[in-house]
T-cell receptor
Framework: NAGVTQTPKFQVLKTGQSMTLQCAQD?????MYWYRQDPGMGLRLIYYSASEGTTDKGEVPNGYNVSRLNKREFSLRLESAAPSQTSVYFC???????????????FGAGTRLSVL | GEDVEQSLFLSVREGDSSVINCTYTDSSSTYLYWYKQEPGAGLQLLTYIFSNMDMKQDQRLTVLLNKKDKHLSLRIADTQTGDSAIYFC???????????FGTGTLLAVQP
């Protein structure tokens, strides 16, 4: 019962470096999401993928790119990391029934990223 | 745009009831959710309520929804030290695929 798995758990980068955060879910969910969590700001949506083959911008997409590699996997890429991207990143997935409005999201344990 | 607001901090004594409040702006919300985040972990769904309900009870948890005032609350009865965590309220609009999260309320339970 892995659920949503994120790798790595921790990462330290220098300004300008690039990296990809990986996320995989084994619940056969259609939708997947990337959030960042910063103190006092809650969770903010970076990008989401409503279904395999589609991606859309969320509230804070600048500086990030995503790939929905297949139904299971949704990766987040930082092309040129900046100190403002120091944060905790969470991946989530949801069933999102066809035509339904319920959207229970299941979260991974997070990736703690520091950009120096 | 849509907004969800919560107070940042609540402190209670073990055994007391805790009430965490949330206000939202989206009048088309169909489901509202409460998530719990323990230290160093991801978010876990605690409970949710459909917008045509006023109240939902699940063991020690009671959710109250005042749709007119766009106010949601989570009551935890007999609060335990294990309930210490950040609690997030989230709003799901009618046709959107997104959840809008509040800032989270840190619940500190004093022994």
């Amino acid at each position: 019962n892995a659920g949503v798995t994120q790798t790595p758990k921790f990462q330290v980068l220098k300004t300008g470096q690039s990296m990809t955060l990986q996320c995989a879910q084994d619940m056969n969910h259609n939708s997947m999401y990337w959030y960042r969590q910063d103190p006092g700001m809650g969770l903010r949506l970076i990008y989401y993928s409503a279904s395999e083959g589609t991606t859309d911008k969320g509230e804070v997409p600048n500086g990030y790119n995503v790939s929905r590699l297949n139904k299971r996997e949704f990766s987040l890429r930082l092309e040129s990391a900046a100190p403002s991207q120091t944060s905790v990143y969470f991946c989530a997935s949801s069933e999102r029934p066809q035509g339904g409005t319920q959207n229970i999201q299941y979260f991974g344990a997070g990736t703690r990223l520091s950009v120096l | 745009g849509e907004d969800v607001e919560q107070s940042l901090f609540l402190s209670v004594r073990e055994g007391d009831s805790s009430v965490i409040n949330c206000t939202y702006t989206d009048s088309s919300s169909t489901y509202l959710y409460w998530y719990k985040q323990e230290p160093g972990a991801g978010l876990q769904l605690l409970t949710y309520i459909f917008s045509n309900m006023d109240m939902k009870q699940d063991q020690r948890l009671t959710v109250l929804l005042n749709k007119k005032d766009k106010h949601l609350s989570l009551r935890i009865a007999d609060t335990q030290t294990g309930d210490s965590a950040i609690y997030f309220c989230a709003d799901s609009g009618g046709a959107t695929n997104k959840l809008i999260f509040g800032t989270g309320t840190l619940l500190a339970v004093q022994p």
